[in-house]
């Protein structure tokens, strides 16, 4: 049996492990995130979440996605595996640093609340003004990096519900000729309040729409503010919950941000033989 607990970030949801002793070598987490994250067969989740052991920090992150492919970061993830760091003795306080392979992350646990700092987020390579189509309909986007690859799409009202955005997001993700590394695709509005936006999200790597996605909120924070929709401190409303981004500018022009929001533990699992076949 497999030990690991059920968590979610606003509706984005996870199976957490303690790798911190090495058992489990890199094409077993691979495997064992296709197989138990399929939901209804299995656990079922967005993605398999694991610590491990840092010469650098508390811990090292990695995320491993249904698709079996290992993703550089992710926001509710970290914010998960923040929690479940403190919860179950691998880091000794609240206030605790781990590296991603998207860069060196700070989070402060405070119960069910996660604060984090993420790295720095490059605006070197942003495209502002981009322009794709898919079938008869055209699309302007930006593209930014934050730890992972976004594509942000503002639209002026919702063009659809959230599950007919599947394949419009599939579609753009596939792009190669655009993303070479594929992309999440985060379709936005804005949110009817002062400093609010509301994205719907199809994840790289899961292949469909989440409920929720943190990363895909920094991205959409940062395009929103640069582009004068919003100030630096904004709330992002997902399907699953609002994440809450504040977001400053270094000396040497990179963006600097903070993202807030819930690490829900759900459950302590034993993950059966049967659930991986």
């Not at 949801?13 to 890199?26: C, E, G, H, I, P």
């Not at 993830?77 to 992350?105: H, N, Q, W």
Request: overall charge negative; hydrophobic content about 40%; aromatic content about 6%.
């Amino acid at each position: 049996m497999i030990e690991c607990v059920k968590m979610n970030g606003n509706g984005n949801d996870f199976l957490v492990l303690d790798n911190m002793a090495l058992r489990y070598d890199t094409e077993f987490l691979s495997n064992l995130a296709a197989k138990a994250c399929r939901r209804r067969q299995a656990v079922g989740a967005d993605g398999l979440v694991v610590a491990e052991p840092s010469a650098a920090a508390d811990f090292k992150m990695r995320i491993f996605n249904p698709d079996r492919t290992e993703g550089e970061m992710c926001g509710n993830g970290a914010r998960c595996v923040s929690r479940f760091a403190l919860d179950y003795g691998i880091a000794k306080t609240g206030e605790l640093t781990f590296e991603t392979l998207g860069g060196m992350v700070r989070a402060v646990v405070d119960g069910g609340l996660v604060t984090m700092d993420l790295a720095p987020v490059s605006l070197r390579g942003m495209v502002t003004d981009g322009r794709l189509c898919v079938g008869e309909d055209e699309f302007e986007y930006s593209f930014i990096t934050v730890g992972v690859p976004h594509c942000v799409i503002f639209e002026r009202e919702r063009s659809r519900r959230f599950e007919e955005y599947a394949p419009v997001g599939r579609a753009i993700r596939r792009r190669s000729d655009l993303f070479p590394q594929g992309t999440h695709v985060n379709f936005a509005v804005m949110g009817g309040e002062a400093d609010m936006i509301d994205i719907m999200t199809y994840e790289r790597g899961v292949e469909d729409m989440t409920l929720s996605c943190g990363t895909g909120s920094v991205a959409s924070a940062i395009v929103s503010w640069l582009s004068g929709r919003t100030g630096p401190d904004v709330r992002v409303k997902n399907p699953g919950g609002v994440n809450g981004v504040s977001l400053l500018r270094s000396e040497n022009g990179d963006i600097l941000p903070k993202l807030e929001g819930r690490a829900v533990a759900v459950a302590e699992i034993s993950i059966m033989p049967e659930a991986l076949l």
